[in-house]
């Protein structure tokens, strides 16, 4: 893309976002909604923060990091400051790439929000764009909020950023970048540490890699 000023064409640079989802709790191992609560990471979430850490540390080698980004929630950070010892950057948060408030729902397991919100649960599978849950937030507000937050970071002087954020925060902000129906947004998969890289030119974009978390095997690629 090359646009125009006083007759000369000038080459609009291309930006590279590393956007990660937040390493392994005790939570996820046990299936309980997490939301906003704050929980920390597990051993098993250190070791896959610190073989993502290796692959980026690689990566930077050929071209360096200049950003990181993170949710101001514990588990985000706390990966984040592994990844960042590792690129040689200081953690910047930011806390509109929070996760979802799924309110009372936090701490229970599915079958536990079956029995004990069987309406709302009902409610939210009807429509799991507009539904809150008690005392939560909707995906439709936490939409508005990741755009908010990412449209900051868009505005910052970076070449290749490094944004460690959670599913339902990271699938909001792709599912406007890329035209996708929010309310099937479950059926993406988004693992602990698995990255997503979205390449930006302009209004362009491009979906480099999804989800990729073959560094959890000693498997990643350096890209």
Request: aromatic letters at 8%.
């Amino acid at each position: 893309m090359w646009p125009r000023g006083a007759g000369i064409l000038y080459p609009v640079p291309v930006r590279t976002l590393y956007l990660v989802r937040h390493a392994e709790t005790i939570w996820n191992r046990s299936g309980r909604y997490q939301g906003q609560t704050d929980v920390p990471l597990s051993e098993e979430g250190y070791r896959q923060a610190r073989l993502l850490a290796s692959r980026l540390a690689r990566r930077a080698r050929r071209e360096p990091f200049d950003a990181l980004w993170s949710s101001d929630l514990l588990r985000a950070r706390q990966t984040a400051a592994v990844l960042g010892e590792a690129l040689g950057l200081a953690v910047r948060v930011h806390p509109g790439l929070r996760e979802m408030d799924f309110g009372a729902w936090e701490g229970l397991t599915y079958a536990e929000i079956e029995r004990s919100f069987p309406e709302n649960l009902e409610a939210y599978r009807r429509d799991p764009v507009h539904t809150r849950p008690p005392g939560g937030e909707c995906f439709a507000e936490v939409v508005a909020r990741v755009g908010a937050a990412f449209a900051d970071i868009l505005g910052e002087e970076w070449r290749r950023a490094v944004v460690v954020a959670h599913g339902a925060s990271l699938k909001g902000w792709l599912g406007t970048l890329f035209g996708w129906d929010p309310a099937r947004r479950r059926r993406l998969l988004m693992d602990n540490t698995g990255l997503t890289i979205v390449r930006l030119q302009g209004e362009q974009a491009r979906l480099v890699t999804y989800n990729d978390a073959s560094h959890l095997e000693g498997e990643g690629e350096e890209g």
